[in-house]
């Protein structure tokens, strides 16, 4: 589209005229392309071929007029802008895994498995592919390169240390800074702070990338990456530029739709004639929606009698529901159980214990907060009946772009043949929020009071002695779960939302906040930790 030279032309970047050794530089600017400039190397082409190419080379450009020009009051080369599916997730990351998986090899088939382990055993998360295994696969997927890169990190941490491995170690700063700056580009909604916190962190990821070439320089590791001059090295530099002129990165994300690409063209040549095809196309289309929509339907179906027949009722994920609130309990289990089957389930499961003195403290110090007066003690008999669920729906607003986004949260000792328990982040004070792990999601009905819904959950609120030396360097959240027998009680509007913490292999009951899982996350992460 700008008919540059590409890689090979002495400025291969479209939008700027970069030398091609310093397009590992960020930290350097340089003057932007225009089209008038384009334009008169031409003119000079044309009158003489010699003095042409001489500035046609050292633009690095081709002699051929383009076509966009026709266009009044367009500019080719402000018209390209960054796309954070092929300059980033199928760019810039996929040579950080390569490297990654270099070192990796090096460290030996003992290293490689731990990181497989670590890989396969990541939280499951809604929209968050889950990989069993990365190192021998490749992927051409820009999806799947995304949420490998939001893993690789918390999988690394515990196997490319300073000491087992200096570059690896210097690496992982590198995909620490490459993925905050993944995440402040992908924000929907910005503000001169978030521009501002991208163009900072361009020159982190700058002065850890040429840290890296250094380490790789005096490494013994083999065909480690030295050269970085290539294209998407240098492209999210103008990012800034484009996100002020043209908005979010979103406007001009090459995602949506990608996927059509193949079936359009599978269409155009073996379901049309090769005239009116967009009539044709839409015809083709219309059939294999109507397709997909019975066979969705029939699926639903299948998947409702599979829950069934396990003893769960089907969510309704994608129907309108009336909400406690902002939040909605689901998966209620057939029967319910009574206060004292859950009390002896504490032989099992420590969380348990001492239930029912628990729960009859909690009711009787918290209903008079829900404003309910109490003229006696609540106590509550050995067959009290609790009616246990296995999922919660939590709809909140989110703090990028104030639209609502909904968690799906699971509390279920066997879903799909494994036990999720999933995390959340509440509310427990007013001026306190912390992160707790689901353990039980019930609703019971109180003696003049009526229904309510609660969850028991363990709290990460344990005190953790002394910093670790990596939060600071990788941006990292560590957070302590306190023992299991000192669960506590909450209610379900006390939820905020759900949250992905992945558990610390080297120290006991600690856990890492994932706080790139989605734009909403990141941005409460960055409120909550001094910058």
């Known amino acids: 589209m700008s008919l540059i030279c590409g890689r090979g032309g002495k400025c291969p970047c479209p939008v700027c005229l970069v030398p091609l050794a310093e397009l590992h530089d960020l930290s350097k600017t340089y003057p932007l392309r225009s089209m008038e400039e384009v334009k008169e190397a031409l003119r000079v082409y044309g009158r003489s071929k010699a003095q042409g190419e001489e500035l046609l080379k050292a633009l690095g450009l081709r002699p051929v007029e383009n076509i966009f020009w026709i266009m ?16 980033l997730h199928g760019g810039v990351w996929k040579h950080l895994l390569g490297e990654l998986k270099k070192i990796l090899a090096l460290l030996g088939r003992e290293a490689e498995a731990a990181f497989e382990k670590l890989i396969d055993d990541f939280p499951r998360w809604r929209n968050l592919n889950h990989f069993k295994s990365a190192i021998n696969v490749s992927f051409s997927d820009g999806n799947k390169h995304r949420d490998l890169s939001k893993q690789s990190l918390y999988a690394c941490l515990t196997i490319l240390t300073a000491r087992t491995s200096p570059e690896g170690y210097q690496l992982l700063r590198v995909i620490s800074t490459y993925l905050q700056l993944d995440s402040l580009i992908g924000l929907d909604v910005h503000t001169e702070g978030t521009l501002m916190a991208i163009e900072a962190e361009l020159l982190v990821f700058d002065t ?29 530099k103008h990012i800034v530029r484009d996100i002020r002129c043209k908005g979010v990165a ?7 739709n990608k996927k059509m690409h193949d079936p359009l063209k599978e269409t155009y040549l073996h379901r049309t004639n090769g005239k009116d095809i967009a009539t044709q196309i839409l015809h083709v289309d219309h059939h294999k929606f109507a397709l997909m929509l019975l066979r969705e339907r029939v699926n639903q179906v299948d998947e409702y009698d599979r829950l069934q027949a396990l003893g769960d009722d089907l969510p309704d994920e994608d129907v309108a529901v009336t909400f406690n609130g ?24 420590h969380a348990f214990q001492a239930f029912r003195r628990k729960f009859t403290e909690f009711i009787n110090h918290s209903l008079p907060t829900y404003g309910h007066q109490l003229t006696n003690w609540i106590t509550f008999p050995a067959d009290y009946q609790i009616h246990k669920h296995r999922y919660l729906k939590v709809n909140y607003e ?9 968690d799906h949260l699971w509390c279920n000792p066997q879903f799909h043949g494994l036990p999720r328990f999933n995390h959340a982040l509440i509310q427990l004070t007013a001026e306190e929020t912390i992160f707790v792990r689901l353990i039980f999601l019930f609703r019971c009905c109180t003696p003049n009071f ?3 819904k609660f969850a028991l959950v363990q709290p990460y609120t344990a005190r953790i002695n002394g910093s670790h030396r990596t939060d600071h360097f990788f941006k990292l959240t560590h957070v302590k779960a306190i ?16 949250a992905v913490l992945v558990p610390d292999p080297d120290h006991q009951d600690e856990h890492l906040v994932v706080d790139h899982i989605d734009s909403d996350m990141f941005l409460q992460m960055k409120a909550q930790v001094p910058q």
């Open 72 to 87: 009044w009051f367009s500019d080719p080369h402000n018209a390209l802008s960054f796309d954070r599916l092929h300059s």
């Open 208 to 236: 850890e990338l040429k840290a890296y070439v250094t380490c790789a320089e005096s490494s013994d590791i083999k065909k480690l990456k030295l050269d970085w001059n290539f294209p998407k090295t240098h492209l999210w």
């Open 250 to 256: 979103h406007n001009f994300s090459m995602r949506p």
């Open 326 to 349: 902002h939040v909605k309990l689901g998966a209620p289990t057939q029967h319910p159980s009574t206060i004292l089957n859950l009390e002896n389930h504490s032989s099992v499961d």
């Open 398 to 406: 989110s703090t990028v772009d104030w639209k609502q986004v909904t």
């Open 450 to 452: 009526g229904s309510f």
């Open 483 to 498: 023992p299991r027998a000192s669960s506590i009680f909450v209610p379900l509007s006390s939820f905020i939302r759900g």
